[in-house]
């Protein structure tokens, strides 16, 4: 169906596009014909998968803030529309590591970041008709656990599943947050999981990224393309206010498998917390 669309006109800001599935859906998504904002850590592969698409490339590193700042103030002078925002930069790290804002840095890259960036661009997105908000999840929300009084597990021994799963469960919570505060603006959110993809989602472990890249790999995973399916289909559904607030396992709409996914005042409360973390404002 995705194939048949076309997205002449629209301007989608996809973040992780310098590999895996973001560079796989900055490639869809240009060829439907939308102006692709290519945007990574990497200025090397960031620009190469911009100049294969005819793009402009953007650097930022999501374990800064100030670089997220920085890319917001440069994304709205680039471009006079935003119509879909992809969340799609992550990562998981093998050890803890406390960014230069002081957190943790699986959650500030998978949460306090995207989180930040979109509401940076909120009101440029809510100037466009059916704007939308895709953000990149995970399945391994299901066994993840938010708690509020210690978000960057400092009273906690640091797992690299638990960090990760929680960031991921944040991410969930985000969405439907999101939904409920742009209600009536035009501005739909949504989150997905892409499967088991072969990524460099785990690129500082040399263990994870060698295995990665071996044919048992290729056998046991998805391709990035085949990750970058769910993104694209969402970015470019007919009706994204009959999925506002949802969650995606690949194509498939699910519901959530944690019980404080469906915890509404959890999802407030992050929010608030969030907020005040990274020292914006979003939505009443």
Do not use: C
């Amino acid at each position: 169906m995705t194939a048949a669309v076309d997205l002449s006109g629209k301007t989608i800001v996809v973040t992780g596009a310098s590999a895996g599935i973001g560079a796989a859906a900055a490639r869809r998504l240009a060829a439907l014909g939308a102006t692709v904002a290519v945007v990574g850590r990497s200025p090397e592969r960031t620009a190469a998968v911009a100049e294969s698409i005819g793009a402009r490339a953007h650097l930022a590193d999501f374990a800064r803030l100030d670089d997220v700042r920085a890319l917001a103030r440069e994304l709205l002078a680039s471009y006079e529309r935003i119509d879909v925002l992809a969340n799609n930069a992550g990562g998981l790290f093998t050890s803890r590591r406390t960014t230069a804002d002081g957190h943790e840095t699986t959650f500030q890259v998978n949460h306090l970041a995207p989180f930040l960036l979109t509401g940076l661009l909120l009101d440029r997105l809510a100037e466009a008709p059916e704007a939308r908000v895709v953000s990149t999840g995970s399945m391994a929300y299901r066994a993840g656990r938010i708690e509020l009084d210690d978000l960057d597990g400092e009273r906690r021994r640091y797992s690299i599943a638990a960090a990760y799963a929680a960031s991921k469960l944040a991410t969930v919570l985000f969405t439907r947050e999101l939904a409920h505060r742009t209600a009536g603006t035009g501005i739909t959110a949504t989150a997905f999981h892409p499967g088991a993809v072969a990524t460099e989602v785990a690129r500082d472990n040399p263990v994870t990224r060698r295995l990665m890249r071996t044919r048992l790999a290729k056998r046991l995973f998805a391709t990035p393309d085949q990750g970058a399916e769910p993104l694209v289909h969402l970015a470019a559904l007919a009706d994204p206010h009959a999925v506002n607030g949802a969650y995606f396992h690949r194509l498939e709409r699910e519901a959530p498998k944690n019980p404080q996914a469906n915890d509404g005042e959890l999802a407030k409360r992050l929010w608030e917390r969030s907020e005040a973390l990274t020292g914006i404002s979003i939505g009443r």
